[in-house]
């Protein structure tokens, strides 16, 4: 039996638990490290195959256009490569989305939209692609989104696109929203960036002790210090979570986590934050729930 749709279908977000820049290339993109880690909160997809080869965004999505949305643009360049193999269009493609994850908050929310369409369409086309390949088709268009295909916590070089799989915290964190999106090429163009972070290695990530009192207890956030500088909502809920329990700046802002071992002891911080913020606990997850969902198992 072929399926048609697949609807309820999960993108979560990541935490950044560290972000050095180690080195900036020729081309002036920086090179990374991080740990990726990703949590039991975000958007939700629905996708239902048309009768017709377009894709369609049913929803608005404020502040993206259609034809900018990298859900669209991830499913036309699946769609063409799916061409180029088997001298066929595949049917198009009807997405809904249900938005939860704020725009430029560093919780790679349009990298993971984009990378669940791919495992999604994937599937309904039976184009029978590897992780691999859906990996490289994503990178051009995100530098996350092959970490999302990935699926599982990863030890991150390169642009991102280097991953080795570890194993992170088991922990529940809770995350502040600051009310502002940071644009990511405001923080790497920034003249004070630090990108001379002597690198370090995975053995490093797994040997650090967790309870030194840090979220994650490893590294820190190199973008931290010029996101809080350009954008003061930033710095104000650093500050505020630091009161706390120890805490840091995901991705290229703006959204700022705590890590606590258990749900209570996020609950009882949660209950505490001001209203003026948006404000959400999750878990950690050790695995993409969409691999789960569509049981690929081959990575
Ligand atoms: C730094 C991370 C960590 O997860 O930040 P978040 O997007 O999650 O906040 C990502 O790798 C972000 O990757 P991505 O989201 O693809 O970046 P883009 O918006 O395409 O990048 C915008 C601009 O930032 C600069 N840029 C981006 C990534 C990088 N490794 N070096 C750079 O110098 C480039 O000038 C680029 O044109
Ligand atoms: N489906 C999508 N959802 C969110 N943002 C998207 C999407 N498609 C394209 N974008 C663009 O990507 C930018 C970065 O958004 P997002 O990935 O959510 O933040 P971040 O990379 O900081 O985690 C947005 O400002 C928006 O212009």
Redesign the pocket.
Known sequence: MTLTSLHGCPAPAKL?LF?HVIGRRAD???M?Q?VFQLIDHGDTLDFDLREDERIVRLNEVPGVPEEQDLIVRALRTLQAEFERRFNRLPPGIDVRIEKRLPMGG?L?GG?SDAATALMAANYLWQAGLTTAELMAIGLPL???IPFFLFGETAFAQG??DDLQAVSGPDCWYVVIEPGVPVP??AI??APDLTRNTKPVTVADFLGHKPESKDSGGFGKND?QDVATRLFPPVAEAVEWLGNHGAARMT???ACVFSAFSTEQEAEQVLMQVPAKWIAWKARSLTKHPMKSLLQINEL
């Open positions: 950044n972000l002036g993109y920086h990374l991080s560093g790679g990298s995100g530098a996350d642009v991102g990511t090429a790497f163009t973008l991705g290229s802002g």
